[in-house]
């Protein structure tokens, strides 16, 4: 629902090589060693994190400088490939979200996408990795979203549910 044309663009063409994303992390260890403390846990969140296309190599070198990967995306790239990469690089988390029931997840994310979630879900977690769900409070699911939280507690196997509310910026620009 962030989805910014203008951002999304400048996103898109402004990508930091794998070089200068590793160099990110170790200006950050070398803050961290500075000050007395570390950063162990990097999360690598979406839009989607599966998109780029060095996300492989890139946790994979995280993981080699000892960080714990955490992941939130979507569930389209959830490919037995992926997940198998994902479950080698021990993962420690994948947050998917749900965003209301399927006729309220769909009408703010694309048609298909609350059964792509569950499915998601379910990919996860038979590889063993922990799953997390997030939703996002709105107009347009603010009514049923104890519901969303009795579906993903007692029909999925997902181990956390949080949520937050609407930020207004992208396709919610001006949503109350």
């Known amino acids: 629902y962030v989805f910014d ?7 898109r063409t402004c990508r930091l090589s794998l070089e200068d994303k590793l ?6 260890d070398s803050f961290g060693k500075k000050w007395g403390f570390r950063f162990p846990v990097v999360a690598l969140m979406g839009g989607d994190p599966l998109l780029a296309p060095d996300w492989y190599p890139f946790a994979k070198a995280l993981r080699e400088r000892g960080k714990v990967l955490s992941f939130g995306g979507n569930p389209e790239p959830l490919t037995p490939e992926n997940i198998a990469r994902l479950k080698e690089l021990e993962v420690k988390s994948y947050q998917l979200s749900l965003d209301g029931l399927e006729a309220a997840h769909d009408a703010q994310r694309r048609p298909g996408s609350f059964r792509n979630t569950l499915e998601g ?6 590889a063993g990795i922990r799953v997390g769900v997030m939703g996002t409070l709105t107009p347009l699911n603010i ?7 009795d579906l993903v507690y ?3 196997k997902a181990r956390s ?3 937050d ?3 207004q910026v992208g396709n ?4 109350a």
Not at 5 to 11: G, I, L, N, S, V
Not at 121 to 126: N, R
Not at 143 to 149: C, I, K, L, S, T
Not at 172 to 175: I, N
């Open 143 to 149: 009514q049923e979203f104890w519901q969303v939280a």
């Open 165 to 167: 509310f609407v930020a």
């Open 161 to 163: 549910f949080s949520f």
């Open 23 to 28: 160099k990110v992390i170790d200006q950050i």
């Open 154 to 156: 007692y029909e999925t």
């Open 121 to 126: 879900i379910e990919k996860l977690a038979q």
């Open 5 to 11: 044309p203008a951002t999304y663009d400048r996103e």
């Open 172 to 175: 919610a620009r001006g949503m």
